[in-house]
C-alpha cells in the first residue's frame, strides 16, 4: 500500500524508493550533519512497524565514522523530544517529513512531547 498523504487514518505499509526519494528530498546534507550532532537522525525505515520514515537515536554512535561527536540519546523518545522542541531548520523539516509521510509516528512524537510536558509539571 502507498501512503497518500490526503487519506485520513492511512497506516503506511509500503513505500516505493522514489517515494521515500521524494520524501527525503528537502532533507539536506547539512540538516542530517545537525542532526548527527544532536544524536538523532531521520531514517528510511521501511520494513518497520512503525512505519518507513522515522526520527531515532543513532543506536551506536561509536560505530559510525561521522568525522565529528554524535553524541549518545538514551531513547528514541529523547530523539523525538529535541525534534518537537528544537527551533533549528533540521527540526522543522523533519517534523514536516514525518507529519507528511509518517502521520501514525508524528503523533507519536506529538503524545511523547505532551507526555514529557505532564511530567514536568508539579
Not at 537522525?41 to 520494513?47: F, K, P
Not at 523539516?93 to 510536558?117: G, H, Q, T
Amino acid at each position: 500500500m502507498t501512503y497518500n498523504p490526503r487519506a485520513e487514518n492511512t497506516v503506511v505499509l509500503h513505500m516505493s524508493q522514489e517515494e521515500v526519494e521524494e520524501a527525503f528530498s528537502g532533507w539536506t546534507d547539512e540538516m542530517q550533519t545537525a542532526a548527527l550532532k544532536e544524536g538523532w537522525d531521520l531514517w528510511d525505515s521501511r520494513g518497520s512497524v512503525s512505519g518507513p520514515i522515522q526520527v531515532c537515536r543513532v543506536d551506536d554512535p561509536e560505530a559510525g565514522e561521522f568525522g565529528f561527536h554524535v553524541p549518545y540519546l538514551d531513547s528514541d523518545d529523547t530523539a523525538m523530544l529535541l525534534v518537537m522542541r528544537g527551533s533549528g531548520i533540521h527540526h522543522l523539516v523533519a517534523r514536516e517529513i514525518v507529519k507528511k509521510w509518517n502521520p501514525e509516528d508524528y503523533m507519536r512524537m506529538c503524545f511523547v512531547l505532551e507526555s514529557s510536558a505532564s511530567k514536568e509539571t508539579p
